[in-house]
């Protein structure tokens, strides 16, 4: 009954009440039954809802409102997301293995130490994902695809993105020096920007990442 209420347009202040609600309820069912079940919330209403450190692996949240919601050190591993609205949402140091966010709306979400591994930010037919000032810092972004998605001002230091996918994506002068600036992968001599360590771009992003970091 409370996620269908969630699926329903209510004033702020009814809202605000039933995800207060919901955070103590699914908090409370994760203690009692675990997490064998992934959880529905497709379409549920849950702005600024705080569900750090929950076990929602495998959750569907397609086009859910999650507007400044706190995901820090949640298990997202495998969650379905097409077109969830995670504006300005902390999902720091979560685990996003292989989610597939694809058409995501994630402008100013904080990804900070998350793991991305084989996450998916594909485009759908409503456009690319929206990833616009979003800080990848030290995230783990291998074999991720953020093809064709709006990366304009986001940041990648220390960010490892070896293997992963970014072209067709957007990407201003402020996420090409933080894409220089990514982690170095290997050792010794051989050691290289993650960046340069199979990472697929457009050519023309390849000669200029070169450029800012006065490769040849």
């Known amino acids: ?27 409370l069912h994760l203690a009692q039954n675990g997490s064998t079940e992934p959880i529905n919330l497709a379409s549920c209403r849950l702005p600024r809802v705080d569900l750090s450190g929950l076990d929602l692996h495998g959750a569907d949240l ?4 999650l507007i400044d919601a706190n995901l820090r050190n949640a298990n997202l591993r495998r969650v379905r997301g097409i077109e ?4 300005r949402a902390t999902l720091s140091d979560a685990d996003l293995t292989e989610v597939r966010f ?8 904080h990804f900070h130490n998350a793991r991305l591994v084989s996450a998916e930010f594909r485009p759908t037919e409503n ?11 030290g995230a783990r972004l291998q074999g991720a695809h953020l093809d064709g998605a709006d990366l304009r001002a986001a940041r990648f230091e220390n960010a490892n993105l070896s293997d992963a996918y970014l072209v067709g994506a957007q990407l ?9 600036n990514a982690e170095k992968v290997g050792h010794g001599q051989k050691r290289k920007p993650s960046w340069l360590n199979n990472a697929r771009f457009d050519e023309p992003v390849i000669a200029e990442l070169k450029r800012l970091s006065g490769r040849k």
């Not at 969830?84 to 504006?87: F, G, P, S």
């Not at 456009?127 to 810092?137: Q, T």
């Not at 201003?172 to 220089?180: K, Q, T």
Request: hydrophobic share 50%; aromatic share 8%; glycine share 8%.
């Open 1 to 27: 009954v409370l996620c269908a209420n969630l699926g329903v347009e209510h004033t702020p202040l009814v809202n605000r009440f039933l995800v207060r609600a919901f955070e103590r309820a699914i908090s």
């Open 62 to 65: 397609a086009f859910s409102t």
């Open 84 to 87: 969830v609205d995670l504006k």
């Open 102 to 109: 694809n058409g995501a709306k994630c402008p100013g979400a």
């Open 127 to 137: 456009g690319g994902a929206d990833l616009r000032k979003a800080e990848f810092f």
């Open 172 to 180: 201003d002068p402020i996420a090409l020096r933080s894409i220089v």
